[in-house]
């Protein structure tokens, strides 16, 4: 079974510009997550999908970040304009509904980005 | 709201030796508890979890945690330390109340130094 994939792995950028990350979650998950992992820092949740909806964007900081899920299935995470401290690794993860599954999350490798 | 304490941000333990990584929780409703094991430039992989079940709970790589209520604990155990354990190792926890269906909250990791 395929897992989470996730594009670019690396990506470096100045800041002020702009950025996208790409995640596919594992077949039939229809929940999918985005975390920030701050280095020497645990993963903070970004955004959280399920099917095409929105569940809790609380912690996003939506002056500058943005997501979607058109079809449900592959996400984006965009960054515009990118400041210093939007240097991190951005994981992916996917997971069943509750109640088709043990609902445990599955993390891609992550997009790891440096703002310059 | 919910927080996880990992106490030691760095453990050393010899080749054989027990290991033991510390987590605290803080929750207002019954969680869910996680170890997830990271090894470098690699996704998260779920060592265990507890869902109210029961309190003494087996992983892989003969990895297991006791969860004690009283004391809001869920430490990590293995008895015998092995070289391919040194890697980062996170504590997390969702609201149980919500099936786990919720993103996870994180401590700050604990990166685990096996001396050979």
């Known amino acids: 079974e395929a897992g989470v994939a996730q594009s670019p792995r690396y990506k470096i950028i100045e800041k002020r510009q702009s950025v996208a990350f790409w995640c596919n979650p594992i077949?039939?998950?229809?929940?999918l997550y985005w975390y920030q992992q701050i280095l020497g820092q645990g993963p903070k949740l970004l955004i959280q999908f399920q099917n095409n909806g929105v569940v809790d964007d609380s912690q996003l900081p939506k002056d500058r970040f943005s997501a979607e899920r058109l079809k449900g299935v592959d996400s984006t995470l965009k960054i515009q304009p990118a400041k210093l401290e939007d240097s991190a690794v951005y994981l992916c993860?996917?997971?069943?509904?509750?109640?088709?599954?043990?609902?445990?999350?599955?993390f891609g490798p992550g997009t790891r980005l440096t703002v310059l | 709201a919910q927080s996880v304490t990992q106490l030691g941000s760095h453990v050393s333990v010899s080749e054989g030796a027990l290991v033991l990584l510390r987590c605290n929780y803080s929750?207002?409703?019954?969680?869910?508890l996680f170890w997830y094991v990271q090894y470098p430039n690699q996704g998260l992989q779920l060592l265990l979890k507890?869902?109210?079940?029961?309190?003494l709970v087996k992983g892989i790589n003969g990895f297991e945690a006791e969860f004690k209520k009283s004391e809001t604990s869920f430490h990590l155990t293995k008895p015998s330390a092995h070289m391919s354990d040194a890697a980062e190792y996170f504590c997390a926890v969702s609201d149980a109340t919500r099936g786990g269906a919720d993103g996870l909250t994180f401590g700050k990791g604990t990166h685990l130094i096996i001396q050979p």
């Open positions: 077949s039939g998950h229809a929940t």
């Open positions: 507890y869902t109210s079940a029961a309190t």
């Open positions: 993860a996917s997971s069943f509904l509750p109640g088709q599954g043990n609902n445990e999350q599955f």
């Open positions: 929750s207002s409703v019954p969680p869910y």
